[in-house]
């Protein structure tokens, strides 16, 4: 059994080679009537209108002061013969005479037979030509501009019909929508220079202009009767297309050898020519007819609202088109008269909007089911340029049509009527600029309301992406919008989670399907890919995502390495069209918004995160530094011939640098103060290290001091790393005897200013402790009297600056500035020399300050 399917496969090559030979034939006469057409002015003239009169060239005017009236040219003279050539038949008459006027130049004569009314024998008369005379530059300008345009007309019947023929060109809808749009361009009248071509090309031209204008009126309706559906009327009389095809051929057909509306013979020899064209006007126009009302119907009739909101603007643009058309048309054929060029072009200029609502409809809207692609490139030149350029040309015509009427108010030699107009132009441009955006917009909301809507939510989903905060939200958003935008059914959000895998955050998936690997099968397909992916379902059988049921697949990605953030996965719309390329666009438009918040959701995460743990940190490090206050002294004690003070300053929450005062009862007191290297939490812990050594062991120093440092530098070896040391100066003081025991650990030289002025260091009395396993030391004396001062201090005092490059405080301020506050209380003196230190580094502090001032009563 054969097939429909079948049929048409096997039909195919010969119908794609008839629609070449007729768009072939179409481009031919196209391209020959438009370059003919700007070929009509003629050189010269003698001063005459005529017009094809049987039996030859009527003379309806003859100007005065004229060549033709010099010579004695009358009206209503017919002329028999041009230089010796019979123009007897209405067909060759305009031939004759166009070619003779075009290959003339002034001053050469041109012999006319004449035959006038009322005279037996025919006349003979030889009128000089004379170069053509214009009408004055502006009407000049403007005919010369309108011809211009008028040479276009043919250009979108042509691309319009060849485009929808050649994607469609199985469809009988697409043949007869092709045919009757070269009936349109049949129709345009036939240039006068037609006789400049070769007589093979001329008889082409006249035959394809007689056979497309017979049958336009029939394929008008035929159009229109049967598509998008067949209209009442077809269903009613079926053979009535037929008929008026068939009878529009016959009252026409036979003017295929001249170009001209002439019966067929059989036709001619039933009636007069009067009567003939008097049926052939009432036909044509009653078909015309015919076939709006099978558009209307089809609009009312139209089975849901899409469809006839697509009607309408098909019915619209016909009918602006059409009618106007029409109505010009009508009134010079009931007259008999010539159409004025202004008439012609305004008619022209009404018909160009047939094809331009017609690829609005069609070829945006999908009524003939174009390819995206193309339809949206059709779009793109048909719709939203084609109206602008027909607001334009408008605009040009009005312009030099007040620039012609200003003329006549302005002396021949006037200049002021051209700018006066062109500025007219100008501000008339700018309107129609104006009025096309709001009619496209107008359009859209009127008719195409869904695509319109589409259009504006996923716009607005666009931009509020960026303000969600969370994966839930964003979501939530996208689903929203793009499911009131394109109503897919299903839809499904999934994006990727802190686990690696996409999880479904909108839509309420398939048990199975909550989250996927970005490798999985159907997803694989978007590696590399940032635009939206239309796909079959039937591919993804067998899947984890066959239960998706997906169509378009739409990769979320917003790192900077490209990785998938996510996927949006719409199932089929609801009203079963295809995803268009302006939806998918618009898609990628709302993908890349929601990848730019992935992003930003992932760095507000991750600043979370760290946020967090910088506070977690700083807890920890307030807890450091409060426990480390902690194991520092509280409260400076006091002995009866000796006053105390302490501090550490440290250059972060918590240091290196160790103070302590150890009460060994008795009257004896401890002065410790150690500097571990480092700074910050190692030098901490190394600080309190230190710290549970001296306080576990400290009571050995009365009995032997030496002793008790040598096991604390075994513990701080075995205990820290080999380039981890301190420095310490570890004092015993006697009340009683105010003699001063001690051991200098490599640290900085205590300064005891005596009373009298003196000034001595305590130098170092052993290494460092923790750098060496074998340690030894020796203890030094230093008898105390009273007013005398002795200052520990860290290098964080002495080396203090206000800059790395800076000069450092120093030895000799610290000892200006003890003698300087020498009678304070011990406290005082304290505070007093780290302000200065303080002032001096202008704040800067690069390394930890301790100071201990015990001061002799």
């Not at 003779?100 to 037979?113: D, F, I, M, Q, Y």
């Not at 103060?673 to 939490?681: H, R, V």
């Amino acid at each position: 059994m054969v097939t429909t399917a079948n049929r048409e496969r096997n039909l195919r090559p010969l119908l794609l080679a008839l629609a070449l030979l007729f768009a072939g034939a179409t481009v031919v006469y196209s391209v020959a009537w438009m370059y003919y057409i700007r070929q009509s002015n003629l050189p010269v003239e003698v001063g005459m209108d005529t017009q094809p009169s049987a039996p030859g060239m009527l003379v309806t005017k003859v100007w005065k002061n004229a060549p033709a009236e010099s010579a004695g040219m009358r009206a209503n003279d017919v002329i028999t013969g041009i230089n010796g050539r019979t123009v007897v038949a209405p067909a060759n008459c305009g031939q004759v005479l166009f070619n003779v006027w075009h290959k003339s130049r002034p001053g050469e004569a041109v012999t006319l037979n004449i035959h006038r009314p009322g005279e037996a024998q025919p006349l003979v008369i030889t009128p000089v030509f004379r170069a053509a005379q214009g009408s004055g530059d502006i009407q000049s300008l403007a005919r010369r501009s309108a011809v211009q345009v008028l040479g276009l007309y043919p250009l979108l019947f042509l691309v319009v019909g060849l485009a929808v023929l050649f994607l469609r060109v199985e469809d009988s809808n697409a043949w007869v929508l092709a045919l009757m749009f070269a009936g349109f361009i049949a129709e345009a009248d036939l240039p006068m220079s037609f006789a400049l071509a070769s007589d093979p090309l001329l008889r082409f031209l006249y035959g394809y202009a007689a056979i497309m204008r017979g049958v336009l009126p029939g394929l008008f309706y035929f159009f229109f009767a049967v598509f998008p559906t067949r209209s009442p009327i077809d269903r009613k009389l079926p053979w009535l297309k037929w008929v008026l095809l068939a009878f529009g051929a016959c009252l026409d057909w036979g003017g295929v050898r001249h170009g001209t509306f002439e019966a067929l013979p059989f036709i001619a020899g039933l009636a007069s020519g009067s009567a003939i064209e008097l049926v052939r006007t009432f036909t044509g126009y009653g078909t015309v007819l015919l076939g709006l009302a099978s558009l209307l119907w089809n609009v009312i009739g139209a089975a849901n609202v899409e469809d006839r909101r697509k009607l309408k603007v098909m019915l619209w643009g016909t009918l602006v088109g059409v009618a106007p058309a029409v109505l010009i048309g009508l009134g010079y054929d009931l007259s008999h008269s010539d159409t004025p060029f202004w008439a012609g072009f305004a008619k022209a200029t009404f018909l160009f909007l047939i094809p331009l609502s017609f690829a609005y409809a069609v070829v945006k809207h999908r009524v003939m089911d174009i390819p995206v692609l193309l339809r949206r490139s059709a779009r793109y030149l048909l719709v939203e340029r084609g109206f602008a350029i027909l607001m334009l040309l408008f605009s040009i015509g009005l312009t030099l049509w007040f620039g012609q009427a200003f003329a006549r108010r302005f002396s021949a030699g006037s200049k002021a009527a051209i700018p006066i107009g062109a500025t007219f132009g100008v501000l008339l441009i700018s309107g129609a600029t104006q009025v096309h955006r709001r009619v496209r917009t107008r359009l859209d909301r009127a008719f195409f309301r869904s695509a319109y809507d589409a259009q504006q939510i996923l716009e607005n989903l666009a931009a509020r992406t960026l303000a969600v905060t969370d994966r839930a939200g964003l979501a939530h958003l996208l689903h929203e919008h793009i499911q009131d935008a394109l109503h897919p059914m299903p839809l499904y959000v999934y994006l990727l989670a802190d686990d690696g895998r996409l999880h479904a955050y909108a839509g309420s998936p398939p048990p199975e399907t909550l989250n996927l690997s970005p490798a999985a099968a159907g997803l694989n397909r978007l590696e590399g890919r940032s635009e939206p992916l239309e796909l079959d379902p039937a591919t993804l059988r067998g899947t984890q995502m066959e239960p998706l049921h997906a169509e378009c697949l739409v990769p979320i990605r917003g790192s900077a390495d490209g990785r998938l953030q996510g996927v949006i996965v719409l199932g089929p719309r609801l009203s079963d069209e295809p995803y268009s390329a302006g939806d998918r666009r618009l898609l990628a438009s709302v993908a890349s918004q929601a990848g730019i918040a992935m992003r930003s959701i992932f760095m507000a995460e991750k600043m979370a995160e760290s946020m967090e743990a910088e506070r977690r940190s700083e807890q920890e490090m307030q807890i450091a530094r409060q426990v480390q206050s902690r194991l520092l002294p509280q409260q400076a004690p006091s002995l009866p011939t000796l006053e105390c003070a302490g501090k550490c300053i440290q250059t972060r929450a918590v240091g290196g640098d160790y103070y302590d005062f150890l009460d060994f009862g008795a009257g004896k007191l401890g002065l410790v103060l150690a500097d571990i290297s480092g700074k910050g939490i190692s030098a901490a812990l190394l600080m309190a290290n230190l710290q549970a050594n001296l306080r576990s062991q400290y009571a050995l120093a009365l009995e032997d001091l030496p002793r008790l440092l040598r096991s604390v530098n075994q513990l701080f070896y075995k205990n820290t790393e080999s380039n981890h040391y301190a420095t310490m100066f570890f004092a015993v003081y006697d009340d009683q005897t105010r003699m001063l025991r001690y051991i200098n650990c490599g640290h900085n030289p205590p300064l005891l200013l005596r009373k009298n002025g003196d000034v001595e260091w305590l130098p170092a009395t052993a290494t460092v402790l923790g750098l060496f396993e074998e340690w030894e030391c020796s203890v030094a004396e230093q008898q105390l009297g009273a007013g005398d001062v002795l200052v520990i201090y860290t290098d964080g005092i002495s080396e203090a600056a206000a800059s790395e490059e800076a000069e450092e405080f120093g030895d000799e301020r610290l000892i200006q500035s003890v003698r300087a506050h020498r009678t304070k209380s011990a406290g005082e003196m304290l505070e007093a020399i780290i302000a200065e230190v303080q002032g001096f580094s202008q704040g800067h502090q690069a390394d930890d300050m301790t100071l201990i001032v015990a001061r002799c009563r």
